[in-house]
């Protein structure tokens, strides 16, 4: 396999259509090597349309769904991100070169540390992988708040406690609502009490485990 061939043609088939035209973006994925990231045993579908298999019974996200998560969450390099759900840690990797620091919470053990030796294999200082459930939300110190939330996987309705570690101007990228329909939203605090959600595609995510089922805030 051309790998150089196999990525451009990924970008330009795939990710493209998808309505990812943010040439930093588009940058970003040849930068990071998504290959690098992907199970041995799966290597040859790196850049192919489809959810790769990781350990656990978990997968990473279509390239075309990453690219277009990563480009609607908009990370600014002074940004603190935490994302939900680290996988094989191919996100965090993508952000990390967007953001100030990104925090990723892994519940299964065996993929947080498959996540972490990814990242310092490839020699990225700024990410945090911590070991926890973060589908209800993530909040070790109480204190905590973070510009951009990003949720890799699916939760039926969004917990109160992610709008709450929101900052104001902050965003959230999440896919809500339940298979074979699901929408992935951004989520805007526009000020203290207030958010607003604006709706990007629907598709079709595994859940986070430990999702919660419904959520009473309004936005």
Known sequence: ??????????????????????????????????????????????????EIPLPGGESML???VEARLLQEAAVKKHEQVLEIG?????????LCYKARHVTTVEID??????????????????????????????????????????ISGSLSTLPDAFLKQLNVGGRIVAILGDAPVMTAQIITRTADSSYSTRHLFETDVKPLRDAAVHSHFKF
């Open 1 to 50: 396999m051309n790998i150089e061939q196999a990525r451009f043609n990924m970008i330009e088939q795939q990710i493209r259509p998808w309505n990812v035209l943010d040439l930093d973006v588009l940058e970003l994925l040849t930068v990071v090597r998504r290959e690098e990231f992907v199970p041995a045993a799966y290597k040859s579908l790196a850049f192919s349309d489809t």
């Open 109 to 150: 053990p065996e993929l947080k540390t498959l996540a972490a030796k990814n990242l310092a294999a490839y020699g990225i200082t700024n990410v945090e992988v911590a070991l926890g459930s973060g589908a209800q939300g993530w909040d070790q110190s109480e204190t905590k708040s973070y510009d951009v939330i990003v």
């Open 62 to 64: 279509a390239p075309k």
């Open 86 to 94: 680290a996988g094989s840690g191919y996100m965090a990797a993508l």
